[in-house]
């Protein structure tokens, strides 16, 4: 079945550094990609998606460009802030259903 | 736009009582709303997908009975947990999905039970 890998946490940085989380996945035919974003106490926010190979989501500084080639979906930023510091879920839509289907999220932590 | 309420955010209850929890669209209208569970530092596990009008669909080891899902308008899902006990005791998330292929999470609902 249709699958989604992270890398594990935490990831601990310190301010203006540059960050990549991995994500792979798994999935037949041509799945839909996000990354969604859980600030602590909250509930998941969409950060950006994409829907089909070479397209890149971005948003608030961060970027992610489906990678057909090697099925990965990395987050990637510049430069972090200690605002940044969160739970990030990659996340696949697949097939004929609109169920969502998660890593196991990647802990970020952005020391001052 | 696109926001997605829940009620309560919280509740205690003790063990042996059902919780109501609801999950409302308050911009926009959603044919197919969903119910996650989240166990602390784990992903969202999908428990049910509720589609307005109609009965929900289960996944696989959820407890139908004692999850009820009603979806009974295009703005609002309503979570019953039945003769709560304290393995129940979870963050519960729903989300919803307008037109595409974007869902809106809600700020979840935490539910102790003692």
């Known amino acids: 079945g249709d699958s989604v890998t992270q890398m594990e946490g935490p990831v601990t940085l310190s301010e203006e550094a540059f960050l990549t989380i991995n994500c792979t996945y798994t999935?037949?035919?041509?799945?839909?990609l996000f990354w969604y974003v859980q600030y602590p106490g909250e509930g998941l926010q969409l950060l950006l998606k994409?829907?089909?190979?070479?397209d890149k989501g971005s948003n608030k500084g961060f970027e992610a460009t489906y990678r057909k080639e090697t099925t990965s979906f990395p987050l990637e930023k510049g430069s972090v802030q200690v605002s940044d510091s969160a739970v990030y879920f990659c996340?696949?839509?697949?097939?004929?259903?609109?169920?969502?289907?998660f890593g196991t999220g990647t802990l970020l932590a952005v020391q001052p | 736009g696109a926001v997605v309420s829940q009620h309560p955010s919280r509740v205690i209850c003790k063990s042996g009582t059902s919780v109501k929890i609801e999950c409302r669209s308050l911009?926009?209208?959603?044919?197919?709303m969903f119910w996650y569970r989240q166990f602390p530092k784990q992903s969202l596990m999908l428990m049910a997908t509720?589609?307005?009008?109609?009965?929900?669909?289960?996944e696989q080891g959820v407890e139908k009975d004692k999850f009820l899902i009603n979806h009974a308008s295009l703005t609002l899902s309503t979570l019953t947990v039945t003769s709560a006990h304290p393995e129940d005791s979870s963050f519960y998330i729903c989300?919803?999905?307008?037109?595409?292929?974007?869902?809106?999470f809600g700020p979840g609902t935490r539910l102790t039970v003692l």
């Open positions: 989300s919803a999905l307008p037109t595409g292929d974007t869902q809106y």
């Open positions: 999935a037949t035919g041509y799945p839909s």
């Open positions: 994409a829907t089909k190979a070479d």
């Open positions: 996340a696949l839509r697949g097939g004929a259903t609109n169920k969502l289907i």
């Open positions: 911009d926009f209208q959603a044919t197919t």
């Open positions: 509720s589609n307005e009008g109609s009965k929900a669909t289960y």
